[in-house]
């Protein structure tokens, strides 16, 4: 088969690779370690139901790795498909004259971390002066960083901290996962986590947690196991951990 002969999309792509070895996506999704969901969304370039373009672009590396075959062309195809210039090749951005940068979403991002940590801050100086005082109202607009809301996959019991014991926290990867972790002192590490992978982090009082792979990391808190987040290719946003204990238990 010639390269004039197969498709233009990613996609078919693929697809026509792995018939042409004869191949199957149960066989990729176990050398790979990439779900058959998330490989069947990649043969149909259904790319708005995966992860980030960095893990489209691993799943597609790893899905011609196993079938012997470089992944250059299917790579190029992808950035053709989304638009996306070769990093040698990308021009230098343009001269910006007018505040074109407000629907930015690198501004966007920039904006919310920035209120995120100043309504966290807030709340770590009232917890200093008054212990026995409920966390302080956000006004309307701001992300309330006191209670964020978990997956509804998850459903891990509260653990109440003692005295000023640190919180230790520890994440083993087993599938390609990307992660965000955020500790109190309000410094956040992302990573993406190959299989295999051990990170581990220590806080004050509590973790803030983003997960693109809720089923590729198992997690201990304090030397304890937690149940499992979620399935694999479910996105955990704002996980906190430990959660509060619940009023009058």
């Known amino acids: ?40 969304a990649l043969e149909s370039d259904r790319f708005s139901e995966l992860p980030a373009p960095v893990f489209v672009k691993g799943f597609i590396r790893a899905y011609c790795h196993h079938l012997g075959e470089p992944a250059d062309e299917a790579l190029r195809r992808y950035r053709s498909l989304t638009a996306e210039p070769p990093a040698a090749d990308r021009p230098p951005p343009p001269r910006r004259t007018g505040p074109t940068w407000i629907g930015s979403q690198v501004f966007i991002s920039c904006a919310l971390l920035v209120v995120f940590g100043a309504g966290l801050l807030a709340v770590n100086v009232a917890f200093k002066r008054e212990p026995k005082a409920g966390p302080p109202q956000v006004s309307a607009g701001r992300i309330e960083p006191s209670s964020p809301t978990p997956s509804p996959l998850v459903s891990i019991p509260p653990v109440a901290s003692e005295g000023p014991a640190p919180q230790r926290l520890l994440v083993k990867a087993i599938e390609p996962t990307w992660i965000r972790v955020q500790t109190d002192d309000l410094r956040a590490q992302q990573e993406l986590l190959a299989p295999g992978t051990t990170r581990e982090w220590t806080a004050e009082r509590r973790f803030l947690l983003t997960v693109g792979n809720a089923g590729g990391i198992e997690i201990e808190l304090n030397g304890r196991p937690m149940p499992r987040l979620g399935e694999s290719g479910a996105v955990i946003r704002q996980l906190e951990l430990p959660q509060a204990a619940a009023a009058g238990s």
Not at 24 to 36: F, K, W
């Open 1 to 40: 088969m010639t390269e004039q002969d197969l498709p233009q999309s990613v996609g078919g792509y693929l697809r026509a690779l792995k018939e042409a070895k004869q191949g199957s996506l149960e066989e990729i999704a176990r050398a790979t370690r990439v779900g058959v969901y998330q490989l069947e």
